[in-house]
């Protein structure tokens, strides 16, 4: 079966795209709300970008009224955000929080859930997550018709869980994907869980 994407209608193309582009990372972003507390989503349309500058990327579109979506217009205005890396224990919150609540009104609060400070960062970070990168905004870039905005963080400071975190035989720091436990993205309504790890050797 070939799919002409330019037959198809946004939607269409959508679930085309997030059901084959898989697994896809998740970012659980953490922003400041205009009221000072604290707004909570999860984006999958997210990857790092680059390493020199330290780039992180989220893809957002809007909300169902056709207005930006909070964490946009948060990262617009005070610039500072978390990207946190949520583990499959934090799943039932993680997609808890994707649920659209009145402007202004946190998610963190709505889920009971727990921030603690992290250095070097001027926001709070969910304290059960193991990783969380410390993000400022770098660049907004508006797409097609302006429904989506690709907004580019430059990533300060990395939190690691000490659990996370050895070292290889060289005494090089090694993260730990699998301590990690990381949750990935499928369609629709799917996730999937780390499962096996396979380790291979780059060609020389």
């Known amino acids: 079966m070939y799919v002409d ?11 085309t795209l997030t059901q ?5 990372p998740i970012a659980w ?5 205009a009221n000072g507390s ?15 500058p330290p780039l992180v990327m989220i ?8 207005r930006p979506k909070d964490t946009r217009e948060n990262i617009k205005q005070r610039r500072d955000f978390l990207v946190h890396i949520a583990s ?15 402007a202004g009104e946190s998610e963190v609060d709505h889920l009971g859930l727990t921030t603690v400070p992290l250095a070097g960062s001027r926001l709070p970070r969910l304290k ?8 400022t905004l770098y660049k907004i870039h508006n797409i097609g018709d302006n429904t989506t905005s690709m907004i580019l963080g430059r990533v300060r400071g990395v939190y690691l869980d000490d659990e996370v975190v050895g070292h290889d035989s060289k005494g090089r720091r090694q993260i730990h994907a699998d301590r990690i436990h990381p949750v990935g993205r499928l369609g629709a309504g799917e996730y999937v869980d780390f499962g096996r790890m396979i380790k291979l050797k780059r060609p020389a």
């Open 5 to 15: 994407i330019t037959q198809l209608d946004p939607q269409q193309i959508y679930i």
């Open 20 to 24: 084959t582009v898989i697994p896809r």
């Open 29 to 33: 972003v953490l922003s400041e709300n």
């Open 38 to 52: 604290l707004n909570l989503a999860p984006y999958s349309f997210f990857n790092a970008v680059s390493s020199e």
């Open 59 to 66: 893809s957002t579109g809007l909300k169902p009224d056709g």
């Open 88 to 102: 499959v224990a934090q799943l039932e919150d993680l997609n808890a929080s994707s649920a659209t609540l009145p």
């Open 128 to 135: 059960d997550a193991r990783v969380a990168f410390v993000c």
